[in-house]
């Protein structure tokens, strides 16, 4: 069994910072590419950085400058540094995770993971 946990999230003031993490854990062979994605209140999921194994990120235009994503292989844990924020980044922050797990046929399988979520609220 694979689970996902972030944390970090909370109350801030525009222009304020927070450092989220997210922490794999269970029975991992590998994990590939890990991401940050963010969904507002009516608002649809959407991409915010990614990282592959080996350290290559992607960001959505609304936060390049501000946000920094990174991730440590050994700990199997990805983080999302956020500055400057800004009262339209009040979102819950989810994690994904490509994980290759050993199945029961003694196959390796490639499988999407997402965490629960963590608030972060902005204030103005």
């Known amino acids: 069994q694979v689970r996902l946990v972030e944390s970090g999230g909370g109350l801030v003031q525009a222009g304020g910072s927070l450092r989220l993490s997210c922490a794999a854990s269970g029975s991992i062979f590998s994990i590939n590419d890990m991401g940050w994605y963010r969904q507002a209140p009516g608002k649809q999921r959407e991409l915010v950085a990614l990282?592959?194994?080996?350290?290559?990120?992607n960001y959505a235009d609304s936060v390049k400058g501000r946000f920094t994503i990174s991730r440590d292989n050994a700990k199997n844990t990805v983080y999302l540094q956020i500055n400057s924020l800004k009262p339209e980044d009040t979102a819950v922050y989810y994690c994904?995770?490509?994980?290759?797990?050993?199945?029961?046929?003694?196959?390796?399988?490639?499988?999407?993971?997402w965490g629960p979520g963590t608030q972060v609220t902005v204030s103005s």
């Open positions: 990282i592959s194994r080996g350290g290559s990120t």
């Open positions: 994904n995770a490509n994980i290759r797990v050993r199945a029961n046929s003694g196959r390796y399988v490639g499988t999407s993971y």
